[in-house]
């Protein structure tokens, strides 16, 4: 089956960098998207993307996130001032219909110091 | 704003025994999906399955199974012949029918197989 492909798995940040996490989607899906997920809590959606713009965020992604898909293959977030709360398992999916089946990366744990 | 709520942290069942996984959630749409997810150690989260609300026939996949009561507002999920590999964080999650794709997911339940 194929795969969302994350990179790094993990990443250790000092607070104030900016950190960007990297994903490879499904070749042909279409929407894509970031969740997090602090140690112990429930997965967050943070935004999703389609037609290279972003089609929904959510109070969690503010000014300091961003998204882009550079090259057609690509899928990155950026951090731009890291905070300790930032840290969390980032994962990345990807869709070829909205609401079908979502495919989750395995995830990039970041760990902010 | 939806909400999911998943009331049993964790759980365990026998190998080769049916164990059912509760979820309720809270919406005021009548168009929506429901999934549950599974996260095993290796984190990543695969879907199990996923039921639309405008069906009244209870989605199935194997031996995974959900009971959904649309007017109670409740997603059990129902797992027969447990197999150690089942063992993981089951997400229950909602998403709605239009004007969103993002997912609301519960807490979690943590199940255990035991050999």
């Known amino acids: 089956e194929p795969e969302v492909t994350q990179t790094p798995s993990h990443q250790v940040t000092q607070m104030g960098q900016e950190v960007i996490l990297r994903c490879v989607p499904i070749?042909?899906?279409?929407?894509f998207y970031w969740y997090r997920q602090i140690l112990g809590q429930k997965v967050e959606f943070l935004v999703s993307?389609?037609?290279?713009?972003?089609?929904?965020k959510s109070e969690i992604f503010d000014d300091q996130f961003s998204v882009e898909r550079p090259d057609g293959s690509n899928f990155t977030l950026k951090i731009r001032s890291t905070k300790l709360e930032d840290s969390a398992m980032y994962f990345c999916a990807s869709a070829f219909a909205p609401r079908g089946k979502l495919f989750f990366g395995s995830g990039t744990q970041l760990s902010v110091l | 704003a939806q909400t999911v709520t998943q009331s049993q942290p964790e759980m365990s069942v026998q190998e080769a025994e049916t164990v059912t996984l509760s979820c309720t959630y809270d919406?005021?749409?009548?168009?929506?999906?429901l999934f549950w997810y599974k996260q095993p150690p290796s984190r990543q989260m695969i879907l199990v399955i996923r039921q639309e609300a405008y069906k009244q026939q209870n989605a199935t996949e194997n031996r995974f199974s959900v009971n959904f009561q649309k007017a109670a507002k409740s997603f059990s999920l129902k797992i027969s012949d447990s197999q150690l590999g089942d063992a993981a964080m089951y997400f229950c999650?909602?998403?709605?029918?239009?004007?969103?794709?993002?997912?609301?997911f519960g807490k979690g339940t943590k199940l255990s197989v035991i050999p």
């Open positions: 919406t005021s749409e009548s168009d929506y999906y």
């Open positions: 999650a909602y998403m709605r029918g239009a004007g969103s794709y993002q997912l609301t």
């Open positions: 993307f389609y037609n290279n713009e972003i089609s929904e």
């Open positions: 070749s042909n899906h279409l929407y």
